[in-house]
């Protein structure tokens, strides 16, 4: 029986890979495909296994994202009906302020509260009318002499009052009217400027809001109405 011969790798002849013994075509074939596979994944699996990764991580994120707008939009609703009560009740409270011709008359009746309390009033001057969103604020420059009691009477005295007033103190200051120090029945003066609210009338609304369209339609830049746009070209 004749024994085989051993073949070492460094006899083996890369140009004639035919004539090699079977078990080193065999080995040589499974290394070759090992290294196809692995060319393979580093080159074509591992970068869409990548992109299959951001994509799965763009899905969740849009996912998220709907299910937020989703649960927004059953939510709108309900937010739409409880703002529409919330401005019904803002109408409610500002009809409750007097109106513009209910003011002059709420001025006297405040300058008379504190005629009547004891007050001194040495300075009272309304000024002119601020126009806000939905209401009017107007200022009152005074200047009162009392007690402390008697200033409490004032305060307790207006808030009594048949309409609802509001009064804001801007740059206030009470003080001895003698310099000594303030006591329940030292005279104290009082003096600043005070603001008292009014709502604005449907037409008031409208007025302004016309204004204010205006005022921004002649700022520079503004786009023109589309008629006088044609009539400027036709022109």
Not at 32 to 53: C, H, M, N, S, W
Not at 103 to 130: K, R
Not at 205 to 232: F, M, N, R, W, Y
Request: charged fraction near 25%.
């Amino acid at each position: 029986m004749s024994e085989k011969k051993k073949v070492k790798v460094s006899d083996l002849d890369f140009n004639n890979i035919g004539n090699w013994p079977q078990n080193y075509k065999i080995g040589f074939c499974v290394l070759v495909g090992f290294l196809i596979l692995f060319l393979a994944y580093f080159l074509l699996i591992k970068g869409k296994r990548e992109e299959l990764q951001g994509l799965e991580q763009k899905e969740t994120s849009l996912r998220q994202e709907f299910e937020k707008e989703q649960g927004d939009a059953a939510n709108l609703e309900p937010l739409k009906q409880q703002l529409a009560q919330m401005e019904q009740v803002l109408q409610q409270m500002l009809r409750q302020l007097p109106s513009k011709t209910e003011m002059p008359d709420l001025i006297v009746d405040i300058s008379q509260t504190a005629l009547s309390s004891g007050l001194a009033n040495e300075l009272f001057q309304p000024g002119p009318e601020s126009p806000k969103e939905f209401y009017a604020e107007k200022p009152i420059a005074l200047r009162m002499v009392g007690s402390y009691h008697q200033f409490g009477a004032f305060v307790s005295g207006v808030a009594s009052l048949p309409r609802v007033v509001i009064l804001t103190m801007h740059d206030i200051s009470l003080k001895p009217k003698d310099g000594k120090a303030i006591t329940s029945n030292g005279a104290l003066e009082l003096s600043g400027t005070v603001k008292t609210y009014r709502y604005l009338d449907d037409t008031e609304i409208e007025e302004q809001e016309k204004a204010a369209a205006e005022a921004d339609a002649a700022k520079p830049g503004a786009k023109k109405p589309a008629a006088a746009a044609k009539k400027s070209g036709g022109a």
